[in-house]
């Protein structure tokens, strides 16, 4: 939208709550994954490589960067594992007038389903360390 309105393009915002409850789930769900993948983090030794290899293949897969159309039919599923696909399915839905509950749905689904895993993980690995004394894998 900002670019839009520097280069002088008219733009006409429909729906603007939906569109900002879209938005404010999707950074929510964003925080829930990352809380998920902090536990992966926590016990991996080299947890900055482990980061860089997985942000792209989130990315991909959550159609951000390639549209589903693109990606290849044996790996289409795991896209409806990733809730970033499901907030872009939303906010594109709700830009072209018609919100998409079945995405909403799901989107909130899945950023439940990552915060529960998350709480239950986390505290799960903290005993762990506590008990072993290291964050260590091995």
């Given at each position: 939208?900002?670019?839009?309105?520097?280069?002088?393009?008219?733009?006409?915002?429909?729906?603007?709550?939906?569109?900002?409850?879209?938005?404010?789930?999707?950074?929510?769900?964003?925080?829930?994954?990352?809380?998920?993948?902090?536990?992966?983090?926590?016990?991996?030794?080299?947890?900055?490589?482990?980061?860089?290899?997985?942000?792209?293949p989130v990315l991909i897969i959550g159609n951000l960067i390639i549209p589903q159309t693109l990606i290849p039919g044996e790996l289409r599923w795991l896209s409806a594992l990733v809730s970033l696909r499901w907030a872009a399915e939303f906010m594109a839905a709700v830009a072209s007038g018609t919100p998409s509950w079945s995405a909403l749905g799901s989107l909130v689904a899945l950023t439940c389903l990552y915060f529960a895993a998350a709480l239950v993980v986390f505290p799960m690995l903290v005993w762990r360390a506590r008990r072993e004394g290291t964050l260590d894998h091995v």
């Open positions: 939208v900002a670019t839009a309105v520097l280069l002088r393009i008219p733009v006409e915002l429909r729906q603007v709550g939906w569109m900002l409850v879209g938005a404010l789930l999707a950074m929510l769900s964003g925080t829930a994954l990352g809380m998920l993948l902090s536990c992966l983090f926590l016990v991996a030794r080299y947890a900055q490589a482990w980061s860089a290899l997985l942000m792209y």
